[in-house]
């Protein structure tokens, strides 16, 4: 199984490259790459030019350049998925600081054979499961959509967690009083 993590957007309503700004100490990436690198011995990272890693720690993660982050969120997954070349993945988004390692095994512990995701009150949340026999599907997404058309009409498995599973962030007001549930 393959870890990905998307952080090749544009950032347009957050004003600036929001995956450098600082979160509870650390470069709001930092927490995906950390939570990625605790559970897994390797994974992609797909990044934008925009995206300044020096003060970001990636120590098993290769670097993906998607150089064209204006075609969408579809094309990171697609640079990702043939990047893992064929086998099962999971995906995380580079803007979701609150997805832990209990979450991450959680989604890791059931069927190998359905897509798996959480979900907070009804609300898709991540991490994504996605086993390699729907890979090919996958990739004939376009333009900034992701996976959740692909999700709706496939078999999957979802369970109830916290908001931490569907937090992320937007807009800089996103990074005040963050981690609160509710």
């Known amino acids: ?44 990272l797909i990044i934008s030019q925009t995206l300044d ?44 600081p609150e997805i832990d390692s209990e979450l991450v095994q959680k989604v890791m512990s059931f069927s190998k054979d359905k897509i798996v995701f959480p979900n907070f009150n009804g609300v898709k949340g991540f991490p994504v499961f996605i086993p390699a026999g729907y890979l090919k599907s996958a990739c004939e997404i376009e333009g900034d959509r992701g996976l959740r058309d692909l ?18 962030v937007d807009l800089p007001e996103d990074l005040e009083g963050a981690g609160e549930d509710g």
């Open 1 to 44: 199984m393959i870890p990905i993590i998307l952080a090749a957007g544009e950032s347009k309503r957050f004003g600036l490259q929001k995956l450098n700004y600082p979160y509870r100490g650390k470069p709001l990436i930092q927490w995906a790459i950390d939570v990625v690198e605790e559970n897994f011995s390797e994974g992609l």
């Open 53 to 96: 890693l020096s003060k970001a720690r990636v120590r098993k993660l290769k670097l993906i350049l998607n150089k064209n982050p204006e075609l969408g969120l579809s094309n990171s997954i697609k640079l990702g998925l043939m990047a893992a070349g064929g086998k099962d993945v999971i995906i995380f988004l580079g803007d979701m």
């Open 151 to 168: 999700i709706m009409r496939s078999e999957y498995i979802t369970f109830e967690w916290t908001r931490s599973c569907i937090f992320d």
